[in-house]
């Protein structure tokens, strides 16, 4: 059984083979952070941008 240290670990890994196709010279927030605030807000229900945007903030 996979400690919740390793599965995040194994997430991190996933999300770093990724491309982030923002502007590098202009990130706030990291890309991997984005995508799990994103994947959170859709398992909690939030069905639009501003839903995730809201939920983001709220977090």
Do not use: W
């Amino acid at each position: 059984m996979e400690s919740s240290g390793q599965t995040i670990k194994n997430i991190q890994a996933l999300f770093d083979q990724l491309t982030d196709p923002s502007n590098s010279t202009s990130v706030r927030h990291p890309f991997t952070n984005i995508l799990s605030i994103t994947i959170c807000a859709i398992i909690s229900g939030c069905n639009n941008f501003n839903e995730i945007e809201e939920y983001g903030k709220s977090k």
